[in-house]
């Protein structure tokens, strides 16, 4: 028993329940769930790169959001109840596939859990960038705890007005929160830092006596350290993207990279009836508007979304792969 769940105070809500007896605000108890455990192609370019990431999607969510694509997960319905001890080999697996980082999503709620078995992993070896894929409703004190641990931030910035997002998450003060958390996450990791994606593996080739690959002009930059921010544009509310897109930038410059994400699916069976003015997807002009905007406001260090980004390919099956 991990006393951190007793009177759970993780996350902002500051629940107060005890979880070892039962599911906090976040949907879940104090064990560990997970949902899988795979190599994952679509993440942003420097963090799949060609071989992967390896995320690991963690059951529960402190937020609510009336949207959410994975809501087999975020509330509590479907995961495998693991051990620390399980986790930590997860992650070595995971080193084995090759993958390029540990990308541990929406873990926010377990990191009284996560944290030892990450100094673990790491104390017994484990090489390659732990990142943390959160939403951002994360208190700061947690983030400090974090320091020395996590090599990679992937926050989300959701949204920067209240009303928002109370309506479509459920939670209240999540502007403020998640400034203040990218704000620790970025005085954590100050710079984006890379290396080539095949790097450590040539490394090892040439100790094993093996021909490298040097010259290979097909090698993925991979982040090795830093921050991203992404924002999921939402259909009618290309205004708040671009004043979270200013923020942003006139907040951090290209000390971070920002994500602009056009991927919005709607289930026309939840959002139809209550949340109608979101029951669609992003149109290119919505999209384009925001791209240009960024373009204009000198943004270099970004990532978009081309083509058909709104598909079912982005929602891998949470069948308990590599649990």
């Given at each position: 028993m991990i006393t951190d769940y007793s009177d759970c105070r993780i996350c902002p809500r500051k629940c107060g329940i005890d979880r070892n007896h039962g599911p906090g605000a976040c949907k879940v108890g104090s064990m560990l769930q997970v949902s899988r455990a795979a190599l994952h192609m679509w993440e942003e370019p420097c963090i799949s790169g060609r071989a992967g990431s390896g995320t690991i999607f963690f059951t529960g969510c402190n937020l609510g959001c009336v949207y959410c694509q994975n809501q087999a997960i975020s509330r509590g319905r479907s995961g495998r109840e693991i051990?620390?001890?399980r986790l930590v080999d997860i992650f070595f697996e995971l080193e084995a596939q090759h993958a390029n980082n540990i990308n541990l999503v929406t873990g926010d709620h377990f990191l009284p859990t996560i944290r030892p078995a990450i100094r673990k992993a790491k104390k017994e070896g484990l090489r390659i960038p732990f990142l943390l894929n959160t939403s951002s409703y994360i208190s700061v004190d947690e983030l400090k705890q974090l320091e020395g641990l996590i090599d990679i931030y992937l926050p989300d910035l959701k949204?920067?007005?209240?009303?928002?997002?109370?309506?479509?998450?459920?939670?209240?003060?999540y502007p403020e929160i998640a400034k203040a958390a990218i704000a620790e996450m970025v005085r954590q990791q100050p710079e984006?830092?890379?290396?080539?994606e095949n790097e450590e593996t040539e490394e090892k080739d040439r100790t094993d006596g093996s021909a490298g690959s040097e010259g290979d002009e097909s090698r993925e930059k991979l982040l090795k350290k830093g921050v991203i921010v992404r924002h999921?544009?939402?259909?009618?509310?290309l205004i708040q993207a671009k004043l979270i897109l200013r923020y942003l930038y006139q907040t951090y410059g290209d000390q971070i990279y920002i994500s602009l994400l056009s991927q919005y699916t709607p289930d026309h069976t939840l959002l139809k009836d209550a949340y109608p003015e979101i029951d669609r997807r992003v149109t290119e002009y919505e999209y384009g508007s925001l791209v240009r905007y960024a373009e204009e406001l000198g943004v270099t260090r970004g990532f978009v979304q081309e083509g058909e980004a709104a598909d079912e390919s982005f929602i891998p099956e949470f069948d308990f792969s590599g649990v």
């Open positions: 051990t620390s001890e949204y920067i007005r209240e009303q928002d997002a109370i309506r479509y998450s459920h939670a209240p003060g984006c830092v890379f290396h080539e999921l544009l939402l259909p009618g509310m």
